[in-house]
C-alpha cells in the first residue's frame, strides 16, 4: 500500500545551518506531496507542497522538489532559525477519490542559537 | 476565519466512561477525518467522510464511531474508553474532487486534543 517514510530525528543544528529532512513514498498512482509543519502545542499547518512531478514547493525559504524518478520529497532550507524549531511531517495525498493523506513519522528539528 | 474548530482541548477520562470530541469546520469542505498522534508513530487516520451522510474506517478505527449529519460537523465518539487510547486527536478537512480529476489541496487541521484515559 502507499506509504511515506521520512528520516528519524531529532535534528539540532546551529543557526543559520543547513536543513535537509529526507522523504521517500511508495505510492500507486500520481500522488500530491506535502510538507507540514507542528509547533509546540499546536496543529498542523501545511508548509508546502507539490502536485505532479518536477514540482517545486516552497515557503518561508523551505524548498521541497517533487522527484518521481526517486520517488522523494526531501526538505531543505538554506539557513534555519531557531523560530524553525518544531516537528515537520512529510505526507502523501492519495490519487484515489477517497482523498486519504498518509503521513510519515515526522521529524524533529531544533535550532540552537 | 475560524478553520477547524475542535473541542475540548484537553481531557481526562476514567477507563470505562464515554465521551464526544467534536469537530468542526466552516470552509465547506466535503472531506473530514480523524486522526491520532502518538509517538513515534506520526498521524494514523481513524476515520474520515467524504461528504454528509457518508463515513468510512481508516487504519485505526476499533473503539471510535463517527458520524456526519451536516458538512460542518464530524464528531468523534468514544464508547468506552481505554488507556491504549490515550493520544492527542486531530481533525482535518479538505476539498474532495472526482477520481478523474488530479487532487491538488491540502488538508486544514484543528488544535488538537489531548486525551487522557486513566
Known amino acids: 500500500g502507499d506509504s511515506v517514510t521520512q528520516m528519524e530525528g531529532p535534528v539540532t543544528l546551529s543557526e543559520e545551518a543547513f536543513l535537509t529532512i529526507n522523504c521517500t513514498y511508495t505510492a500507486t498512482g500520481y500522488p500530491s506531496l506535502f510538507w507540514y509543519v507542528q509547533y509546540p502545542g499546536e496543529g498542523l499547518q501545511l508548509l508546502l507542497k507539490?502536485?505532479?512531478?518536477?514540482d517545486k514547493g516552497s515557503n518561508k525559504g523551505f524548498e521541497a522538489t517533487y522527484r518521481k524518478e526517486t520517488t522523494s520529497f526531501h526538505l531543505e532550507k538554506g539557513s534555519v532559525q531557531v523560530s524553525d524549531s518544531a516537528v515537520y511531517f512529510c505526507a502523501l495525498g492519495t490519487p484515489s477519490g477517497t482523498y486519504k493523506y498518509i503521513f510519515g513519522t515526522g521529524t524533529r528539528l531544533k535550532v540552537l542559537a | 476565519n475560524a478553520g477547524v474548530t475542535q473541542t475540548p482541548k484537553f481531557q481526562v477520562l476514567k477507563t470505562g466512561q464515554s465521551m464526544t470530541l467534536q469537530c468542526a469546520q466552516d470552509m465547506n469542505h466535503e472531506y473530514m477525518s480523524w486522526y491520532r498522534q502518538d509517538p513515534g508513530m506520526g498521524l494514523r487516520l481513524i476515520h474520515y467522510s467524504v461528504g454528509a451522510g457518508i463515513t468510512d474506517q481508516g487504519e485505526v478505527p476499533n473503539g471510535y464511531n463517527v458520524s456526519r449529519s451536516t458538512t460542518e460537523d464530524f464528531p468523534l465518539r468514544l464508547l468506552s474508553a481505554a488507556p491504549s487510547q490515550t493520544s492527542v486527536y486531530f481533525c482535518?478537512?479538505?476539498?474532495?474532487?472526482?477520481?478523474?480529476?488530479?487532487?491538488?489541496?491540502?488538508?486544514?487541521f484543528g488544535q488538537g486534543t489531548r486525551l487522557t484515559v486513566v
Open positions: 507539490a502536485t505532479k512531478a518536477d
Open positions: 482535518a478537512s479538505s476539498y474532495s474532487r472526482p477520481v478523474s480529476m488530479k487532487m491538488n489541496t491540502e488538508a486544514f
